[in-house]
T-cell receptor, first 115, second 110 residues
């Protein structure tokens, strides 16, 4: 079945550092890929997505590229801020047709940014 | 404001005492779902609903019930809670692929 593996946290960085959170997936067919972010005390919210190979999703300075050859969707940001401290979840859906029905989440990576 | 509302935010109960966590969305979404979040395990789907009166099991449905009598509401019912159901629960709704989450319910079963 479909699965998502994220790098283990927690990750602690200083402000303005470069961020990479690794995500790899196993899936059949043509999944869509997502990054969700969970700020303290809140529910998850969609950060970015990509629906086909070589697509790049971007939002709030974060980027991730759908790499079919390496089955990866790594999250990157060039200069992190304290306000980026949160838990980040990589996720995939079986297909656009299936939508949210079969969304599979990784285990989450806690990110802390120190001033 | 478009939102998914869960209640209560925090709940402490004892083993075997039936409880209901409510979930309501005001976006007219057909799809709704319940997840539990546990450390190191990410989010796991409990039940989902494609529309009114249409529900199906997710990955961890044991010990839970749901109902979907109206489009906006999707309550989660624990008939006889046990300590292994202590967790952070999220309700979500979706118009397609993107999920909109509630703020969560932290449940402790003693």
């Amino acid at each position: 079945g479909n699965s998502v593996t994220q790098m283990e946290g927690p990750v602690t960085l200083s402000e303005e550092a470069f961020l990479t959170i690794n995500c790899t997936y196993t899936a059949t067919g043509y999944p869509s890929l997502f990054w969700y972010v969970q700020y303290p005390g809140e529910g998850l919210q969609l950060l970015l997505k990509a629906t086909k190979a070589d697509d790049k999703g971007s939002n709030k300075g974060f980027e991730a590229t759908y790499r079919k050859e390496t089955t990866s969707f790594h999250l990157e940001k060039g200069s992190v801020q304290v306000s980026d401290s949160a838990v980040y979840f990589c996720a995939l859906s079986g297909s656009i047709i299936q939508g949210a029905q079969k969304l599979v989440f990784g285990q989450g990576t806690r990110l802390t940014i120190n001033p | 404001e478009a939102q998914v509302t869960q209640n209560p935010r925090y709940l402490i109960t004892v083993t075997g005492k039936k409880l209901t966590v409510t979930c309501s969305q005001n976006m007219n979404h057909e799809y709704m779902s319940w997840y539990r979040q546990d450390p190191g395990l990410g989010l796991r789907q409990i039940y989902y609903s494609m529309n009114v009166e249409v529900t199906d099991k997710g990955d961890v449905p044991e010990g839970y019930k749901v109902s979907r009598k109206e489009k906006r509401n999707f309550p989660l019912i624990l008939e006889s809670p046990s300590p292994n159901q202590t967790s952070l629960y999220f309700c979500a709704s979706s118009p397609g692929e993107k999920l909109f989450f509630g703020s969560g319910t932290q449940l402790s079963v003693l």
